[in-house]
């Protein structure tokens, strides 16, 4: 174990032991950093940035995640069953999440222009017209983002559940189909019990990377339109790395971890004493 042990501490655990103890200190990369205490923890409370880019996050997160999983059980219910042209579509719906994030917010961002964006056209034609546009206006540019993220990642979730689907022994549908159950019966009290487990990671890994949320927005947005988009991961990123307050960026970076590490405790509790063994 100790190559990996090596990984782990070089890449991971040292840059988290120098974040804690620049989170306590004023540091821009041209002075040496200078120690500060909890003065950067108290600014960041009294921080309207801060405020804002958590509601952001917490907004896309609590938006996103359920959508994205439902969707993705959804698909796999869907695409579990015998039909016609079933490896294409799933091939179709997996495909976005194993292109680069940068590479389909560039393309998104031309859909959604309000100028020659072939989507937007298509929304105006059936009622959806903005004449912002959906990335400059700042009561859109937020569901568009969102849009990006579900359509992006809902193919990698689809996968996880339809391994889950087909570990489940088919004499439990069988014998449920013998007593007369109904598709809704079936899914109640055999489906969704024994994805039990595949719920728990689901949710939980996109749970976390909704709340990490930082490319499609820093290549659509910027943050914007008047900081209506800006989520913790990119107010870390202009302030650490823009305005060069290493020290303050650090602080935000945490408050950011033990956030991602109390709901990753909560989703792990919850579905734990619902996890099934079969």
């Known amino acids: 174990m100790a190559p990996s042990l090596l990984i782990i501490g070089v890449f991971m655990v040292w840059p988290l032991v120098q974040s804690a103890y620049l989170s306590f200190t004023e540091y821009n990369r041209i002075q040496a950093a200078r120690w500060v205490g909890v003065h950067n923890y108290v600014e960041l409370v009294q921080d309207e940035q801060v405020w804002n880019a958590l509601g952001n996050t917490a907004v896309y997160a609590v938006v996103v995640t359920p959508i994205t999983v439902l969707l993705a059980l959804a698909f796999a219910i869907f695409l579990n069953r015998p039909m016609v042209g079933r490896e294409f579509v799933r091939t179709a719906i997996f495909m976005p999440f194993i292109v680069s994030m940068a ?3 560039f393309a998104w961002s031309f859909l959604l222009d309000a100028n020659i964006g072939l989507v937007t056209y298509w929304l105006g034609q059936v009622g959806f017209v903005t004449e912002q546009g959906w990335l400059t206006d700042p009561q859109l540019a937020m569901p568009a983002v ?3 993220g579900v359509w992006k990642s809902v193919g990698f979730y689809m996968v996880m559940y339809l391994a889950g689907l087909q570990s489940i022994p088919t004499e439990l549908y069988e014998a449920a189909r013998v007593d007369g ?7 109640r009290h055999i489906t969704w019990p024994l994805l039990a487990n595949q719920t728990m990671l689901v949710s939980i890994m996109a749970a976390i990377a909704t709340i990490q949320v930082f490319d499609q927005i820093y290549v659509m947005t910027r943050g914007g339109p008047f900081f209506s988009t800006e989520t913790l991961v990119m107010l870390i990123y202009r302030v650490g790395f823009q305005d060069l307050r290493l020290g303050y960026g650090s602080a935000v970076s945490w408050v950011l971890m033990i956030l991602v590490f109390g709901l990753s405790m909560l ?3 919850y579905f734990r004493k619902r996890a ?3």
């Open 103 to 105: 590479i389909i917010s």
């Open 146 to 148: 969102m849009l990006v």
């Open 181 to 187: 159950a109904s598709a809704w019966s079936r899914f």
């Open 267 to 269: 989703q792990f509790g």
């Open 276 to 278: 099934v063994t079969y």
